[in-house]
């Protein structure tokens, strides 16, 4: 009686709300250790930049102000704190990342966070940084590490349980944009459909090799970013149209291809958090969420302090004296105190804004 209930109410749920993530989600037990791997760009590189060969995307982030909140000096993050990847570990329970390219000995059932600043989807994007594909080999690396260390079944165990955070596409549409400021909708369709495809081939790679818990923070608004806003001055503090537009193309596709996924690979639960309007509701209007400036970065110089945080010697900069009063840290990351913000609702917002699953569901918290 109980069972048959409980089978007709998930059925009803699922066909009332076929997205739903309640029903789906086995209950897991809430100590059981889960480890969380980091994918992408800026947004969630821990410091993977400072040890590339050669590279300067991201390599302000070693220098101050960078880190001055938290760390109390440069942490290789572009932001004055920690970024939202530290604050889901700290969630979930786990230690902060170290960058994967940060030469100690990395334990590795705790995750790693692979993700680069400049990175994109596409090999294309930003020669010199650390592309998707790229990340994706440097994970291939830390299973065969995990499969020495525990043997192929317990190595199985790990991915499958494990959380696989993203942010990429941004510097994909950053960097299209800048090249075909003027293209025609059909072109866009098409650059668009090559990023989701070959973000769809690693979503299929990793859950190949075992992973089944995707989350993902999709593309923010483009246009609305400081050192976009400086770039069109004719448009004051109105963001660019073109970037944005982009975006959410992009976001449209990611969450369809999401989903086809899901229906496809037995055992597929992703996330998707709206970045995009939680990020535009912040920077149009900040006083709701505690903020003094949406528009302008804390460090930087130029219009909107859209360039040159950091860089010393070059061109002198402004530094704000209280960066929790800023949406924006730099010209194109957000401060301490947003990711903050962020963090919490990838990890328990509802599903309008964190959805099917939040990202406390795929740790199996919830
Ligand atoms: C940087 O160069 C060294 C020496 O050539 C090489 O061993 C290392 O793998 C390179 N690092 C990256 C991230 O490509
Ligand atoms: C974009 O196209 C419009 C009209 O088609 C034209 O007026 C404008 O000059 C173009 N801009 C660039 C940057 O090519
Ligand atoms: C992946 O991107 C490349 C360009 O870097 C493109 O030629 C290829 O068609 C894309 N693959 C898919 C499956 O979309
Ligand atoms: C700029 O860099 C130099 C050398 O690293 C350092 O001595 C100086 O204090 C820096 N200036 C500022 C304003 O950070
Ligand atoms: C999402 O739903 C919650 C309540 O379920 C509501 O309070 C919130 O305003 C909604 N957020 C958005 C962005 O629609």
């Given at each position: 009686m109980g069972s048959l209930c409980y089978l007709s109410c998930v059925l009803i749920v699922s066909l009332l709300?076929?997205?739903?993530?309640h029903g789906r989600a086995k209950p897991e037990p809430e100590g059981e250790h889960k480890a969380l791997f980091v994918f992408g760009d800026s947004l969630f590189d821990a410091g993977n930049n400072q040890y590339l060969n050669g590279s300067m995307e991201g390599g302000g982030a070693i220098s101050w102000p960078y880190g001055e909140t938290f760390f109390k000096h440069p942490a290789g993050r572009l932001s004055d704190g920690r970024l939202v990847p530290d604050f889901i570990a700290q969630f979930a329970k786990l230690p902060l990342l170290p960058p994967y390219l940060q030469p100690i000995e990395h334990r590795f059932t705790d995750g790693a966070n692979f993700a680069s600043a400049?990175?994109?989807?596409?090999?294309?994007?930003?020669?010199?940084t650390i592309n998707l594909p790229t990340q994706l080999s440097y994970f291939k690396t830390v299973v065969k590490s995990l499969r020495q260390k525990l043997g192929d079944v317990e190595a199985k165990k790990v991915l499958m349980r494990a959380v696989y955070l993203f942010s990429v596409g941004g510097n994909d549409y950053f960097s299209f944009y800048t090249q075909n400021p003027n293209v025609t909708q059909s072109y866009r369709r098409q650059y668009v459909g090559m990023v989701i495809g070959n973000l769809t081939s690693v979503l299929k790679e990793i859950y190949g090799l075992g992973g089944r818990k995707i989350a993902f923070q999709n593309a923010g608004p483009?246009?609305?970013v400081p050192t976009m806003k400086a770039m069109n001055?004719?448009?004051?503090s109105e963001c660019a149209e073109e970037p944005s537009a982009l975006a959410r193309l992009h976001n449209r596709a990611l969450a369809n291809a999401l989903k086809k996924l899901e229906s496809n690979l037995p055992g597929f639960k992703y996330s998707i958090f709206d970045y995009y309007n939680e990020l535009e509701d912040r920077i149009k209007n900040p006083s709701k969420y505690g903020?003094?400036?949406?528009?302008?970065?804390c460090c930087g110089s130029g219009a909107f302090r859209g360039r040159n945080c950091g860089?010393?010697?070059?061109e002198p900069y402004e530094l704000c004296s209280?960066?929790?009063?800023?949406?924006?840290?730099?010209g194109a990351h957000t401060t301490e105190t947003a990711n903050r913000q962020l963090a919490e609702l990838i990890w328990s917002g509802t599903p309008n804004v964190s959805?099917?699953?939040?990202m406390k569901q795929l740790f199996g918290h919830a």
């Amino acid at each position: 009686m109980g069972s048959l209930c409980y089978l007709s109410c998930v059925l009803i749920v699922s066909l009332l709300n076929p997205i739903s993530c309640h029903g789906r989600a086995k209950p897991e037990p809430e100590g059981e250790h889960k480890a969380l791997f980091v994918f992408g760009d800026s947004l969630f590189d821990a410091g993977n930049n400072q040890y590339l060969n050669g590279s300067m995307e991201g390599g302000g982030a070693i220098s101050w102000p960078y880190g001055e909140t938290f760390f109390k000096h440069p942490a290789g993050r572009l932001s004055d704190g920690r970024l939202v990847p530290d604050f889901i570990a700290q969630f979930a329970k786990l230690p902060l990342l170290p960058p994967y390219l940060q030469p100690i000995e990395h334990r590795f059932t705790d995750g790693a966070n692979f993700a680069s600043a400049g990175g994109g989807v596409l090999v294309q994007t930003h020669p010199g940084t650390i592309n998707l594909p790229t990340q994706l080999s440097y994970f291939k690396t830390v299973v065969k590490s995990l499969r020495q260390k525990l043997g192929d079944v317990e190595a199985k165990k790990v991915l499958m349980r494990a959380v696989y955070l993203f942010s990429v596409g941004g510097n994909d549409y950053f960097s299209f944009y800048t090249q075909n400021p003027n293209v025609t909708q059909s072109y866009r369709r098409q650059y668009v459909g090559m990023v989701i495809g070959n973000l769809t081939s690693v979503l299929k790679e990793i859950y190949g090799l075992g992973g089944r818990k995707i989350a993902f923070q999709n593309a923010g608004p483009l246009g609305c970013v400081p050192t976009m806003k400086a770039m069109n001055p004719q448009l004051g503090s109105e963001c660019a149209e073109e970037p944005s537009a982009l975006a959410r193309l992009h976001n449209r596709a990611l969450a369809n291809a999401l989903k086809k996924l899901e229906s496809n690979l037995p055992g597929f639960k992703y996330s998707i958090f709206d970045y995009y309007n939680e990020l535009e509701d912040r920077i149009k209007n900040p006083s709701k969420y505690g903020f003094k400036n949406g528009n302008s970065a804390c460090c930087g110089s130029g219009a909107f302090r859209g360039r040159n945080c950091g860089k010393n010697g070059t061109e002198p900069y402004e530094l704000c004296s209280d960066p929790s009063e800023y949406v924006w840290f730099d010209g194109a990351h957000t401060t301490e105190t947003a990711n903050r913000q962020l963090a919490e609702l990838i990890w328990s917002g509802t599903p309008n804004v964190s959805g099917p699953c939040n990202m406390k569901q795929l740790f199996g918290h919830a």
